[in-house]
């Protein structure tokens, strides 16, 4: 167990909907990742969260948001949902900005 | 430039054996190579990683071997066990310690140890 919690483990939704995952850092972590994992794409670096703040956007599509809160925890908003954003998503903590990651159990999203 | 490649895509091992799974990169900022060990239904788990300054990092039976000239990195599992079986994922970032950082992943191999 890495200390990382997310929820929902599973999310099932219709194409053209908006989700919202969660994400809770281990204790004392103060950077927030999130990936998403297709077989397609494999693992991919979305965007970074540190104390608040963004600090790196990867292949994030316009679509997804996110943001970090006060007390930490993150959410990932998805909306217009497609069949290919059905994939896996991972959120990953660490102490500082460069600090080694460590991931959560994920969310699996299906998009029907 | 921001590609990892590693290879095997699978890899079946007798217990016993050694595993080895390499990675190749471009990018010449890379500065930090972790690897990560994923069972099915499971989040990534960091299992050893290793900067640029060293050529070899050992902790227990995985042992990491860089090679900075050639560009690639790979993990060796030495003394294998049915355990072991999962999917390992190789992965590199740049940045110094302090700035953000992305991990760029390999694809991925997924190991299987015969008992």
């Known amino acids: 167990d890495s200390g990382v919690t997310q929820t929902p483990k599973h999310l099932i939704t219709a194409t053209g909907q908006r989700v919202t995952l969660r994400c809770s850092p281990r204790s004392g972590d103060l950077s927030v990742y999130w990936y998403q994992q297709s077989l397609d794409q494999g693992l991919q670096f979305l965007i970074q969260y540190y104390n608040g703040e963004e600090r790196a956007k990867g292949n994030i599509l316009e679509r997804f948001s996110a943001q970090q809160f006060p007390d930490l925890h993150s959410e990932l908003n998805l909306s217009s949902l497609e069949l290919g954003d059905s994939a896996l998503y991972f959120c990953?903590?660490?102490?500082?900005?460069?600090?080694?990651?460590?991931f959560g159990p994920g969310t699996r999203l299906t998009v029907l | 430039q921001q590609q990892v490649k590693q290879s095997p895509q699978s890899l079946i091992v007798q217990k016993g054996g050694i595993s080895i799974i390499n990675c190749a990169y471009e990018n010449t900022a890379f500065d930090y190579f972790p690897w990560y060990q994923q069972f099915p239904g499971k989040g990534p788990a960091l299992l050893i990683a290793?900067?640029?300054?060293?050529s070899e990092k050992k902790e227990g039976r995985f042992t990491i071997s860089f090679n900075k000239s050639a560009k690639q990195f790979s993990l060796h599992i030495m003394d294998s066990q049915p355990g072991d079986s999962a999917t390992y994922f190789c992965a590199a970032s740049d940045g110094r310690r302090g700035s953000a950082r992305q991990l760029t992943f390999g694809s991925g191999t997924q190991l299987t140890v015969l008992p």
């Open positions: 990953a903590s660490s102490v500082d900005q460069g600090g080694e990651q460590f």
């Open positions: 290793i900067r640029p300054d060293v």
